[in-house]
């Protein structure tokens, strides 16, 4: 299973960008999608996640301005992110648990889109 983060790029604060992660390979089902970011010097954070059943969770410095989302026709997750600051400039990677046969789960890392907001 791969995960295919895109959709990072350097903006102005207060603009908008949308993340998306697609999942594809050996895939019986998703149980759950998640964001997380690292800044240079810090700790890697959870951003946002979204189980299978739509349930959604976020980051307190992100709450309403970001949305996650997924289709699950496209084994893919989105980010939307709007209202963007300096503060959320960082590498964002996806991570999901992943059932590849029934019963059977694993987690997967995506590679990291980097997000740059510049004041």
């Known amino acids: 299973v791969q995960l295919q983060a895109s959709g990072g790029g350097s903006v102005q604060v207060g603009e908008s960008l949308t993340l998306s992660c697609a999942a594809s390979?050996?895939?019986?089902?998703?149980?759950?999608m998640a964001w997380f970011r690292q800044a240079p010097g810090k700790q890697r954070e959870l951003v946002a996640d979204?189980?299978?059943?739509?349930?959604?969770n976020y980051a307190d410095s992100v709450q309403g301005r970001f949305t996650i989302s997924g289709d699950n026709g496209k084994n893919t997750v989105y980010l939307q992110m709007n209202s963007l600051k300096p503060e959320d400039t960082a590498v964002y990677s996806c991570?999901?648990?992943?059932?590849?046969?029934?019963?059977?789960?694993?987690?997967?890392w995506g590679q990291g889109t980097q997000v740059t907001v510049s004041s």
């Open positions: 390979g050996s895939i019986f089902s998703i149980n759950y």
């Open positions: 991570y999901s648990t992943v059932e590849i046969r029934p019963g059977v789960p694993r987690v997967f």
């Open positions: 979204i189980t299978s059943d739509r349930d959604t």
